[in-house]
């Protein structure tokens, strides 16, 4: 029996040989929805997502991708774009940079899509943008809230920037925390960007920045950093920390006193995923500020309908928030099935006219819009301070701010 | 003043942190002569445990005691049937024990979505002395690291196990031929590492959170630990820790942390050079 095993026949190699080959030229980590509908117009149309199902923020990249199934499911459903349906094509970026322009050149090359909208960090845009606009000539969507200064041509941005993040935020800020400001940071591109413009809008506040100081992305242990937040008698802790050292920070600095002693803490990616880093009471009352919240569903009709249907369709850890990129997701897609819509074609030039100007009634936290020229989207902003484990809104942007790019 | 005692306290709780944690790794290295690259992966399982018992409705502490013997069981197994395979060829025992850590990390990354979640301590809260705040957990901690060296010293040095582990290091042939089992010794020991590491990572979960890479943060600095104490020893190993450990938390009181990080290891390539077999050379406890 294992003598026959292991022997090699002609037949079995080729076998073999046929499976392995086919694994290698899909790939290990792609999948493909194909729409099961007979009565199209036309070819299907093509949606590439590149995002990070796999490594440290995998837990986002499944989110996006969720999200991705949903819409493309909910657009098949009710009649496809131009009488054609849509496939989805969803490509692993694996939280590492030269694995993921691999697979994105699959995307472009092998599938030939229409759009891709992914990649989470910015150092992972950097990477595939130039796969997709330059050299692949197709339009590109992304999704997360960055550090801003994305200008490229074709390269569309449906999260948040630092003015939609500050502008509004910072002054709650001082009015509920304080005036004294410590900006502890992670050291990469996100933080060191965003503190320069948080720096200039908690001034122009009147209020100070007592340090400003980055650490090595992986450094758990800030005593150093809690005990020069309390000697300096600092109000607002403006963190950009990430994960891991955001937990063991936030809960030194609840250990010292920081917030018994009236202490503010703020987080601009903070959403609900990241509130299980922590216990509630050791971030109780820090304050965030996107584009979306789950406290908002009572209030908007729109976003707790789409809320549920997410929940109810992917029940699980990959929850729908707004600091895993989920809602720029939502919007990127909807943003650009209405500019398909306006072009009434799908080339890429067609398609990003029609797209700069893009509009949404609907969508998680209220309506957006593209600014016409910038390549960013106007939206709703919401600040949020977390009591017992949950958020609470606690302000809400007038109307639609401007994302002021490019 | 104040200032002073804070700044001590913390630089002294984090270096017991990563004496508890280089405990298990500098005897699997000294008492078995091979580097144990799932280590870090052990730890995380300690961890992992005191979160699946807190999670199901049980106290934090039961998870706590459970940890050492659940990881010492498992890293037993892995011996019996992987790691004794390697002992004649360390090198590729490193390359074989960092894919069982690799493994053991994707698993639980799995199991717990790759999100970050917060385990509480059974003694929460601060110790407050006038202004200064001192966390009662890592006081905690600090006495257990202090409990657990002199335990595993005893063990090595007072015991007749910890003679046959010695032997055993020294002389195997020698070993075998007064009876002694090596290879029973080897997995007991392994055993031991192990549930050293599954002790760490049920005590430090709570204050570092739960997820898939908080092993391999420690396992760098582990290893740098274990070549600064040296090689042989129990001593060894646990002074490197003692110093790596307070190096990494003093040096971002004085210099900014970026420069800290980095300065950590150039200091211990430095000591190295010119002193490659260790702080404390020589075999034995």
Same mark, same amino acid.
């Not at chain 1, 499976?19 to 729409?35: D, E, K, L, N, Q």
């Not at chain 1, 009710?78 to 322009?101: K, M, Q």
């Not at chain 1, 390269?155 to 939609?164: H, K, S």
């Given at each position: 029996?294992?003598? &026959?095993?292991?022997?090699?026949?002609?037949?079995?190699?080729?076998?073999?040989?046929?499976?392995?080959?086919?694994?290698?030229?899909?790939?290990?980590?792609?999948?493909?929805? #194909?729409?099961?509908?007979?009565?199209?117009?036309?070819?299907?149309?093509?949606?590439?997502?590149?995002?990070?199902?796999?490594?440290?923020?995998?837990?986002?990249?499944?989110?996006?991708?969720?999200?991705? =199934?949903?819409?493309? =499911?909910?657009?098949?459903?009710?009649?496809?774009?131009?009488?054609?349906?849509?496939?989805?094509?969803?490509?692993?970026?694996?939280?590492?940079?030269?694995?993921?322009?691999?697979?994105?050149?699959?995307?472009?090359?092998?599938?030939?899509? *229409?759009?891709?909208?992914?990649?989470? %960090?910015?150092?992972?845009?950097?990477?595939?943008? *130039?796969?997709?606009?330059?050299? @692949?000539?197709?339009?590109?969507?992304?999704?997360?809230?960055? &550090?801003?200064?994305?200008? %490229?041509?074709?390269?569309?941005?449906? @999260?948040?920037?630092?003015?939609?993040?500050?502008?509004?935020?910072?002054?709650?800020?001082?009015?509920?925390?304080?005036? #004294?400001?410590?900006?502890?940071?992670?050291?990469?591109?996100?933080?060191?960007?965003?503190?320069? !413009?948080? #720096?200039?809008?908690?001034?122009?506040? @009147?209020?100070?920045?007592?340090?400003?100081?980055?650490?090595?992305?992986?450094?758990? *242990?800030?005593?150093?950093?809690?005990? #020069?937040? /309390?000697?300096?008698?600092?109000?607002?802790?403006?963190? %950009?920390?990430?994960?891991? @050292?955001?937990?063991?920070?936030?809960?030194?600095?609840?250990?010292?006193?920081?917030? =018994?002693?009236?202490?503010?803490?703020?987080?601009? !990616?903070?959403?609900?995923?990241?509130?299980?880093?922590?216990?509630?009471?050791? /971030?109780?009352?820090?304050?965030?500020?996107? *584009?979306?919240?789950?406290?908002? %569903?009572?209030?908007?009709?729109?976003?707790? =309908?789409?809320?549920?249907?997410?929940?109810?369709?992917?029940?699980?850890?990959?929850?729908?928030?707004?600091?895993?990129?989920?809602?720029?997701?939502?919007?990127?897609?909807?943003?650009?099935?209405a500019a398909v819509k306006e072009a009434g074609k799908i080339d890429r030039d067609g398609v990003a006219a029609a797209l700069d100007h893009a509009k949404i009634a609907e969508g998680p936290g209220g309506p957006a819009e593209m600014v016409p020229g910038k390549r960013h989207c106007k939206m709703k902003m919401y600040t949020a301070v977390a009591k017992g484990g949950n958020y609470e809104i606690v302000a809400r942007s007038a109307g639609l701010v401007d994302p002021k790019e490019c | 003043m104040d200032n002073l005692f804070v700044a001590l306290f913390e630089i002294l709780s984090f270096g017991a942190i990563v004496v508890l944690v280089v405990l298990g790794l500098g005897i699997i290295a000294s008492m078995m002569g091979i580097f144990n690259f799932a280590q870090g992966e052990f730890v995380l399982l300690g961890a992992y445990v005191t979160y699946i018992v807190h999670s199901s409705g049980l106290p934090v502490w039961i998870g706590m005691a459970a940890a050492p013997f659940v990881v010492g069981a498992l890293g037993f197994v892995l011996e019996r049937s992987i790691v004794r395979r390697f002992y004649a060829a360390p090198i590729v025992a490193m390359l074989g024990t960092y894919a069982l850590g690799l493994i053991i990390r994707e698993i639980v990354r799995g199991l717990i979505g790759g999100l970050y979640l917060s385990v509480p301590e059974p003694l929460g809260g601060s110790v407050n002395i006038g202004t200064m705040h001192f966390s009662s957990w890592r006081l905690v901690i600090i006495l257990i690291t202090a409990l657990v060296m002199i335990g595993s010293y005893l063990l090595l040095a007072r015991t007749a196990f910890g003679l046959r582990i010695r032997a055993s290091l020294e002389n195997p042939a020698l070993a075998r031929a007064s009876g002694i089992s090596t290879n029973a010794i080897y997995g007991a020991t392994f055993a031991f590492g192990a549930a050293l590491a599954g002790l760490a990572g049920a005590l430090i979960v709570p204050v570092f959170s739960l997820f898939a890479d908080l092993g391999l943060r420690f396992l760098i600095q582990g290893f740098v630990a274990v070549m600064v104490g040296g090689v042989g020893s129990f001593a060894g190993p646990v002074a490197g820790a003692g110093v790596i450990g307070t190096l990494a938390a003093a040096l971002p009181w004085i210099i900014p942390p970026v420069i800290a990080d980095v300065l950590v290891f150039v200091l211990a390539i430095i000591f190295i050079k010119f002193r490659p077999q260790g702080l404390i050379s020589g075999k034995g406890v």
């Open positions: 029996m294992s003598s &026959e095993r292991s022997h090699l026949n002609r037949r079995r190699f080729l076998s073999n040989f046929a499976f392995a080959s086919t694994a290698i030229a899909t790939g290990v980590g792609s999948w493909v929805v #194909r729409p099961d509908w007979a009565n199209a117009a036309g070819p299907p149309i093509k949606v590439g997502i590149a995002t990070d199902l796999t490594g440290p923020i995998g837990y986002a990249g499944n989110a996006d991708a969720n999200v991705a =199934k949903m819409v493309v =499911k909910e657009i098949n459903d009710s009649g496809g774009l131009l009488g054609r349906p849509l496939e989805l094509f969803i490509e692993d970026t694996a939280s590492n940079e030269s694995v993921a322009v691999g697979n994105v050149r699959k995307l472009i090359q092998r599938d030939k899509v *229409d759009l891709v909208l992914g990649g989470i %960090t910015s150092s992972m845009r950097n990477a595939i943008k *130039d796969v997709i606009v330059a050299r @692949g000539k197709t339009l590109y969507i992304y999704p997360q809230l960055y &550090e801003g200064k994305e200008c %490229t041509p074709y390269l569309f941005c449906t @999260g948040p920037t630092p003015a939609q993040q500050c502008d509004e935020f910072i002054p709650w800020l001082i009015k509920n925390g304080g005036k #004294r400001f410590a900006l502890p940071s992670a050291n990469y591109v996100w933080p060191h960007t965003l503190n320069v !413009y948080a #720096r200039k809008v908690i001034e122009a506040n @009147g209020g100070e920045v007592v340090f400003e100081e980055y650490y090595p992305l992986d450094q758990i *242990d800030f005593s150093a950093t809690v005990n #020069r937040v /309390i000697s300096n008698k600092v109000d607002v802790v403006f963190n %950009t920390v990430i994960p891991p @050292g955001v937990g063991p920070f936030f809960k030194q600095l609840y250990e010292a006193g920081f917030l =018994k002693n009236g202490g503010r803490l703020s987080c601009v !990616y903070y959403d609900e995923n990241t509130l299980n880093i922590n216990q509630a009471a050791e /971030i109780e009352g820090l304050a965030s500020c996107l *584009d979306y919240f789950k406290a908002l %569903t009572p209030e908007d009709p729109f976003s707790a =309908k789409l809320h549920a249907a997410y929940e109810k369709q992917f029940p699980g850890t990959f929850l729908f928030a707004a600091g895993s990129a989920a809602t720029g997701t939502y919007r990127g897609l909807k943003l650009w099935e | -």
